[in-house]
């Protein structure tokens, strides 16, 4: 005998006929390392900010990954199979990028990519206890030190160099350059400006001032007159932001209203042309700042990374301004592309992550420092160069072309990167 | 169908205004002879029969005159083990034996679809107000060994026994099921406390601790005196926390709307951390206790204003996670001083103890997932300095006491039978880290195969919020959050699943079976999930 609910009178045994020509089949839970797998595709996940307050220039990357894929597609996909990406919008909020983490994997997909922020991807490695499910998430969208750590995130992978790699590179710069000056620092604070701090505390640099703000708080009005007043009462000469592209704005911005105009370095995260442009500061404004990358220039034509990604660009995301973000998600795209091609036909969760492991240090990359991935590390790039916005807003390298400075994300000295990455060649695509 | 009064308490809100009137206890019942059962006539078409065990439950069974040979053996949630005057007595429960689930806590109303669907199948139901109230396992599991002997003599047609429980009734089915397996057939085990009941104590007594370091000294919250002078001293810390809980309420809504700390007057934390907003330090004792952030009515997304806002994302971070932590510990802080009170009866004495407590470390991932709304490093290090502060008390056990309180029962966790378990994923009081502490122990494909776990999960947003901007927590609670919060369609889902495993050998159906049961109730999902451990957890 079977239970009936006795308001409706509904037998199950009738409705089960019809519910059985509906019924999701629930993914067993033995055969995971292949879901999202078929013979034909290949389905990835993103989730990131697409809208919101805190979607400014992120939500071109996960766009660009999808340009970048159709791109592949279009050329006969990756060992005979076409990657899909799915692109969730979490508006930056912790619980939504877990709510829409879940529904990914809900979906079905092979693996994350690309995910964005550090809060965001710490959260859903806890919520989804990544370490366990061995659900890969890829080349993570951000430079925290931490997602490197196999011990603790053996699915995930971090493709940016280490906040702490890149504030040593400019420490190092910063003693170099500007000795004898007062050097001060604005940052986030939480593990990415921790980060920084340490890594500039490494290099061995003095800070006579730090002003640590909590993120979001740039939208107070109050706060960029502030920062601003602690730096010049310092007497900071030197004066290192270190925080998202909005922070970043508001400093400056202030800065410019109180004319105080100390040697302006920039980090990376927050130092996106375009967006730091929408936000009101000119050319006039970032000129004479220092800002690093890891990735050639967006503006080098010389470069055939660039040059490729901005043909993909103008034929597979058309309209959209050629920028970092969309430079940072194509070469995501591209690392992907390589990986799974690298893993073979036979492509499972686990097999990717021994493939990355094992062959990621020669991936198919724009980037002007090779990954460093390991069997004992899921660190990604190790480097820098660093150079000067001119008049135009346009990033000139410091000594008019790339000097790489590499290091690690402990004590290891910052030195000249040796390395020549391979130029692509035709259309860029793995045969 | 009979009808049952609502008198039956799960762990939930304990935040009552206690006047207090009387102070009575119920001692033990002396061991006295059954009586029972005793049937009446057969009323539309049920036959209900009351009695009592050997141990002085009472208890009520009901059979339909189509009876299938299937009981249900209900096992209800924790009861207060005092009276609390003008809301709840002891006699109340000890008077009226519920069969079966009668939905979430209402106090107006009483949900009958699950036991008069279960007759109108042919199953009979059954269960007992256990002699004892309070954490009474060792006794609620002889009245039940009791009680299905008693049944299958009255019933002789009787075949198969499915024990479930809520809560503690859940705790109490499965000490059943590994003790007695030959006495039932399948086990449910619906927003269940499994393993032991220490992590759900630790949790309650962390955050609990956490109030009175940072807010209100007065609270006792441990180490309660004998007799009435300890009742006194639970009603007190009950109308503490009532009045705290609002002032805290308000401080947040202040701090949301100016951007500037509000602290609530006599607060000690005020001195050392005044220009922490109080949010934050909610928040944190929150995630050291292991609180979800999640409640009943805050969802960590929605905020008001218009989508992708720069309010609505304001309040999503800001606010939501913060008052989802107020919203669900003083529910943990409720049970935090009636449990305590009840188990340091049991114990001897205090049990409770954070002296080595490292509530910084707790947190290590949690201080960069939710760094915003802790207000940032600066803030958070603020927080935990204070909690560290040798000036500051913390609560030593008795050890003794300790020593006897972890003589409790505790699960080994081996299933022998087909067992459903129905959990929510934003359970305060029961959390998720139960049924994965479950999943856990079953390392043979035989053994997951005896196991089937049903999540019931909030919807991704379900936060509302009034005509001025100002949220709205006047709503039911959403589904998915609260504790034992479910709907008659869900537990019928996991009646239905199990009546089925029963009545085929043992097995528990992977296809169509299951699937009918969960697309006849909404919210419920089977699709793999790791449920998060809780915070404290003994091996």
């Not at chain 1, 009936?4 to 020509?21: D, F, I, Q, Y």
């Not at chain 1, 919520?127 to 931490?146: E, H, M, Q, R, W």
């Not at chain 1, 004319?259 to 990376?268: D, F, K, T, V």
């Not at chain 1, 055939?304 to 969309?326: A, C, M, Q, W």
């Amino acid at each position: 005998m079977r239970l009936n609910r006795s308001k409706n009178a509904l037998t199950l045994t009738a409705l089960a006929a019809t519910v059985a020509m509906v019924a999701t089949v629930v993914p067993a839970q033995a055969s995971t390392d292949k879901v999202g797998v078929t013979s034909k595709l290949i389905k990835l996940g993103i989730s990131q900010p697409t809208d919101g307050p805190a979607s400014a220039g992120y939500n071109k990357v996960a766009p660009a990954m999808k340009a970048y894929f159709d791109y592949v597609n279009a050329n006969g996909g990756v060992n005979g199979r076409k990657i899909e990406l799915t692109i969730k919008n979490d508006g930056y909020l912790v619980q939504k990028a877990v709510n829409e983490s879940v529904a990914l994997v809900d979906e079905g997909i092979f693996a994350f990519v690309g995910s964005l922020g550090t809060a965001n991807n710490l959260n859903v490695a806890t919520a989804l206890d990544l370490k366990n499910t061995k659900i890969p998430s890829l080349f993570v969208n951000t430079g925290y030190s931490g997602f490197a750590v196999k011990k603790d995130h053996p699915s995930m992978f971090s493709l940016f160099p280490s906040y702490y790699m890149e504030t040593k590179i400019v420490g190092e710069y910063i003693k170099k350059n500007f000795p004898n000056k007062k050097v001060g620092i604005i940052y986030q604070a939480d593990d990415f400006g921790d980060d920084g701090l340490a890594g500039l505390k490494q290099a061995g640099i003095t800070l006579v001032k730090e002003v640590p703000y909590a993120s979001l708080s740039q939208a107070d009005p109050r706060s960029g007159p502030a920062w601003i007043t602690q730096l010049s009462s310092a007497g900071v000469e030197v004066a290192i932001m270190f925080g998202v592209t909005s922070a970043t704005a508001v400093a400056l911005g202030a800065a410019a209203r109180a004319r105080y105009a100390p040697q302006w370095i920039l980090g990376s995260v927050g130092s996106d042309v375009t967006t730091l442009k929408a936000l009101g500061i000119t050319d006039g404004i970032l000129n004479g700042a220092v800002t690093g990358s890891f990735l050639p220039a967006t503006t080098d034509l010389t470069d055939s990374y660039i040059k490729l990604f901005r043909e993909v660009n103008t034929k597979y995301n058309p309209g959209v301004i050629f920028d970092s973000n969309v430079l940072a998600g194509m070469n995501t795209a591209m690392m992907t592309t390589a990986a799974i091609k690298a893993a073979g036909t036979n492509l499972t969760r686990s097999g990717l992550i021994k493939t990355i492991e094992t062959k990621g240090k020669s991936f198919l990359s724009a980037s002007l420092t090779p990954p460093t991935y390991s069997a004992t590390s899921h660190a990604g790039y190790s480097g820098f160069w660093l150079g000067t916005f001119n008049a135009s807003g346009v990033l000139v390298p410091e000594t008019g072309k790339y000097k790489i400075y590499t290091t690690d994300s402990a004590k290891g000295k910052v030195v000249v990167s040796t390395y020549k990455r391979p130029a692509v060649s035709g259309k860029g695509l793995l045969k | 169908m009979s009808t049952f009064t609502k008198n039956q308490r799960n762990l939930v809100s304990a935040l009552v205004a206690a006047a207090l009137v009387s102070l009575s206890v119920i001692a033990a019942p002396a061991q006295a002879a059954a009586t029972g059962p005793v049937c009446g006539p057969s009323t539309n078409a049920v036959v209900s029969c009351g009695g009592t065990t050997s141990d002085g439950a009472k208890y009520a069974m009901q059979v339909p005159d189509n009876f299938n040979g299937t009981v249900f053996l209900y096992s209800h949630g924790y009861t207060y083990a005092i009276d609390i005057p003008g809301k709840y007595t002891q006699a109340s429960v000890l008077n009226n034996p519920v069969p079966g689930p009668i939905g979430p806590l209402a106090p107006t109303t009483v949900d009958m679809m699950t036991i008069n669907s279960l007759l109108a199948s042919g199953y009979a139901v059954v269960g007992s107000t256990f002699p004892v109230l309070g954490w009474n396992v060792k006794e609620a599991v002889a009245t039940n060994v009791e009680l299905i002997g008693v049944f299958k003599k009255k019933f002789t047609d009787t075949k198969k026994v499915i024990a479930w429980g809520e809560s503690l009734g859940a705790f109490i089915t499965q000490a059943l099921a590994e003790k007695y397996p030959k006495l039932i057939d399948g086990a449910g085990l619906m927003c269940p406390a499994l393993g032991n009941v220490a992590a759900e104590l630790t949790t309650a007594g962390d955050f609990l601790w956490g109030l009175k370091t940072m807010f209100a000294p007065t609270i006792t919250g441990r180490n309660y005196a004998a007799g009435q002078a300890g009742m006194m001293q639970v009603y007190t810390d009950l109308t503490i926390l009532e009045s705290l809980g609002n002032a805290l309420k308000t401080s947040i809504g202040t701090e949301l709307a100016t951007s500037a700390p509000s602290w609530p007057a006599g607060a000690p934390g005020a001195a050392a951390l005044g220009a922490v907003p109080v949010r934050s330090v909610i928040l944190y004792l929150g995630l050291m206790a292991g609180i979800p952030t999640r409640s009943a009515h805050f969802d960590g997304v929605s905020g008001p204003g218009a989508a992708g806002s720069s309010t609505a994302f304001g309040f999503a971070t800001m606010g939501s996670p913060a008052l989802a932590v107020l919203q669900n510990g003083f529910d943990a802080a409720g049970l935090a001083v009636l449990a305590t009170h009840d188990l340091e009866k049991q114990s001897g004495g205090a049990f409770f103890d954070n002296t080595k407590t490292d509530y910084a470390k707790r947190i290590t991932v949690e201080k960069s997932i939710y760094n915003t709304p802790l207000s940032g490093a600066t803030a958070i290090a603020g927080i935990g300095a204070y909690l560290a502060n040798p000036a500051v008390a913390r609560w030593a056990a008795t050890p003794a006491a300790a020593t006897k309180f972890a003589t409790q029962i505790k699960h080994t966790g081996k299933l022998s039978h087909p067992t459903v378990v129905l959990a929510a994923t934003e359970d305060v009081i029961t959390p998720e880290g139960n049924t994965q502490w479950l999943i856990n122990r079953q390392k043979t494909a035989a053994a997951k195969a005896k196991l089937l776990v049903i999540w019931n999960k909030p919807a991704d947003q379900y936060t509302t919020f009034t005509a001025a901007g100002q949220p709205d927590a006047s709503g039911p609670k959403a589904n998915g959050t609260g504790h034992c919060n479910f709907t008659a369609d869900q537990y019928l889902a996991v009646a239905n699943i199990l009546s089925d495993a029963v009545e085929s050998n043992g097995k528990l159906d992977t296809g169509v079976v299951r699937e009918n049961a969960l697309a006849n109730a909404t919210g419920l999902s089977i699709a793999p999930r790791t449920g998060r451990m809780q915070k404290y957890y003994k091996k």
